[in-house]
């Protein structure tokens, strides 16, 4: 080490307050600087960054812009999850991993994510998952009526899993959010589910429209149901929820429509990996429900 980098290296006294997230930021990068054998001034030289515009960053002191970080994440040859500490990055088996699953269809993800779930006891009971069925999709999509339908039809209990959510929380699911915050709707999403899961052999279920939004409650969902996506496109979903006496996404902002537009291109992906998908647009409620019905049962090799 030369005379030059190690005086780059020191902190003075004025950086002895550094921000938790920028110590371990640059804590990676010296790691990461360490596992390809480069010298600071030769990772600075390939990155295009000074180097002690460099030292900074590995010492917590410099607050660097997104476009200097993938810069840096370049030079180290690796992502940029990578240097800002994704879970995926965080040991040998987590890199080897993700490098195995990388670039696979999303079949084959699929695949290999129940066999995990199978390999760690995750799985639900084959026939109870099968008896079990949610449905899933933006509000408007018409869950709970089609999901109190059939129902009826097949001579199952059904719940509202929003509704068990309040009574957990002893609130309206507004007052959560304002009260408590995203974190505890999550937790008490949670176990809502987990109790229907443990009380219902056979039930029908219609979940919140952003329960795909959290990674484990949407993994339980799929491990012990028979998942159904009720489709629809915004203009039905916007149409629908004020139908319903809510004027809320109307009044909100001008571009509510792009908006809802924007949360169902994002959510789709997640949506898909439903065991079925039921379009509901242009169909009245007789016709959303002959669909449904006739696809669960096809499912479910049951009698029509």
Same mark, same amino acid.
């Given at each position: 080490m030369t005379s030059q980098e190690s005086t780059l290296m020191e902190p003075s006294e004025s950086e002895t307050k550094r921000s938790p997230f920028l110590e371990a930021l640059g804590e990676r990068v010296r790691t990461l600087r360490s596992r390809q054998g480069m010298t600071r001034r030769a990772v600075a030289l390939a990155a295009d960054v000074s180097e002690r515009h460099l030292a900074n960053l590995e010492y917590g002191t410099g607050n660097v812009s997104v476009l200097?970080?993938?810069?840096?994440?370049?030079?180290? *040859? @690796?992502?940029?999850?990578?240097?800002?500490?994704?879970?995926?990055?965080?040991?040998?088996?987590? +890199?080897?991993?993700? %490098? +195995?699953?990388?670039?696979?269809? %999303?079949? &084959?993800?699929?695949?290999?994510?129940?066999?995990?779930? %199978? !390999?760690? #006891?995750?799985?639900?009971?084959?026939?109870?998952?099968?008896? $079990?069925?949610? +449905?899933? #999709?933006? $509000? =408007?999509?018409?869950?709970?009526?089609? =999901?109190?339908?059939?129902?009826?039809?097949? #001579?199952?209990?059904?719940?509202?899993?929003s509704r068990e959510i309040e009574q957990f929380a002893g609130c309206q699911i507004s007052e959560i959010h304002n009260l408590y915050g995203a974190n505890a709707y999550r937790r008490y999403e949670r176990r809502a589910l987990e109790e229907a899961i443990q009380i219902y052999p056979e039930v029908v279920?219609?979940?919140? #429209? =952003?329960?795909?939004? &959290?990674?484990?409650?949407?993994?339980?969902? +799929?491990? /012990? @149901?028979?998942?159904?996506?009720? *489709?629809? &496109?915004?203009?039905? /979903?916007? =149409?629908?929820?004020?139908? *319903?006496?809510? !004027?809320?996404?109307?009044?909100?902002?001008?571009e509510a429509m792009e908006d809802l537009k924007r949360i169902l291109e994002g959510r789709s992906a997640f949506y898909s990996k439903a065991d079925l998908a039921i379009n509901t647009s242009g169909r009245s409620e007789d016709q959303a429900f002959d669909a449904l019905r006739t696809s669960v049962r096809q499912h479910l090799a049951l009698p029509a």
């Open positions: 200097v970080l993938l810069q840096v994440a370049q030079a180290l *040859q @690796c992502s940029l999850a990578e240097l800002l500490g994704d879970v995926t990055t965080s040991s040998p088996e987590w +890199l080897l991993i993700r %490098e +195995l699953l990388s670039k696979r269809s %999303e079949a &084959d993800l699929r695949r290999a994510r129940v066999q995990l779930g %199978e !390999m760690f #006891g995750e799985g639900g009971n084959a026939q109870e998952r099968k008896n $079990r069925i949610a +449905l899933i #999709g933006l $509000r =408007g999509a018409g869950k709970t009526a089609l =999901g109190q339908r059939l129902a009826d039809d097949m #001579g199952f209990p059904f719940i509202e899993l279920i219609a979940t919140p #429209g =952003g329960l795909v939004s &959290d990674s484990a409650n949407f993994n339980l969902l +799929l491990s /012990h @149901c028979t998942t159904v996506w009720l *489709q629809a &496109d915004a203009v039905d /979903h916007m =149409g629908r929820v004020a139908a *319903q006496g809510d !004027m809320r996404p109307m009044a909100a902002s001008r």
